[in-house]
């Protein structure tokens, strides 16, 4: 049992450097809750979509921390079966970092979408963020003292419950993407700009609608 709840320590804190005797500590909850804040913050300081995009750079800041976690993290190998369970859960985490830095920052530049509509987005990336790091935290508590009772059987069943949740919310984070994105495709193409928001988001017009 001990050995399992070293294993998900170090993943949940630490990721391999460069030299793999160095460990970086790291929360990864914390970062994806980062970036909610931030967001938040800049979403109550923004007067106009113009603001907002120039406010966002607070929040890439927070997200590109967090990115060379989530990168060093991928790049960790041989790591055994349990271990490596709890890594890919982290992973979906960041993924749906990058959903939401990654696909409302193009949102931003979107004509097709009112400073209210964007404030509205981003409250929806941003509560689904912290969903998925409050189920990060989910792991993180078997490492704490009131789990120690715990077998190990029932540690890995819990880690494996709060990836299979993790991995359908990043799915719902997707669907939610694209459905914003089917928003301004539509509109676009009443005013026969269509060809500008695939240009934006990207040219696989079965991803959004």
């Not at 409050?134 to 077998?151: A, F, Q």
């Amino acid at each position: 049992m001990k050995r399992l709840v070293i294993i998900i320590g170090i993943v949940l804190v630490s990721v391999t450097s460069q030299v793999k005797a160095q460990f970086v500590t790291i929360d990864p909850a914390h970062i994806a809750t980062s970036i909610v804040n931030t967001a938040n913050q800049i979403i109550q300081t923004s007067s106009t979509a113009a603001n907002m995009i120039n406010n966002f750079k607070e929040v890439q800041k927070v997200y590109n921390q967090g990115k060379e976690y989530y990168d060093q993290l991928k790049a960790v190998h041989d790591l055994v079966k349990d271990a490596k369970k709890v890594r890919d859960a982290i992973l979906l985490v960041g993924e749906i970092g990058d959903l939401y830095v990654d696909s409302f920052q193009k949102m931003m530049n979107d004509p097709n979408f009112t400073f209210d509509e964007l404030a509205a987005i981003s409250n929806g990336y941003t509560m689904l963020l912290q969903e998925s790091a409050n189920m990060l935290m989910e792991i993180k508590d078997v490492v704490n003292v009131n789990g120690l009772s715990m077998t190990d059987a029932e540690r890995m069943q819990l880690v494996n419950y709060v990836y299979d949740r993790l991995k359908t919310h990043r799915n719902l984070v997707a669907y939610y993407t694209r459905k914003n994105i089917s928003v301004s495709y539509i509109r676009a193409k009443k005013t026969g700009d269509a060809d500008r928001v695939m240009a934006l988001y990207g040219n696989a017009e079965e991803r959004y609608w």
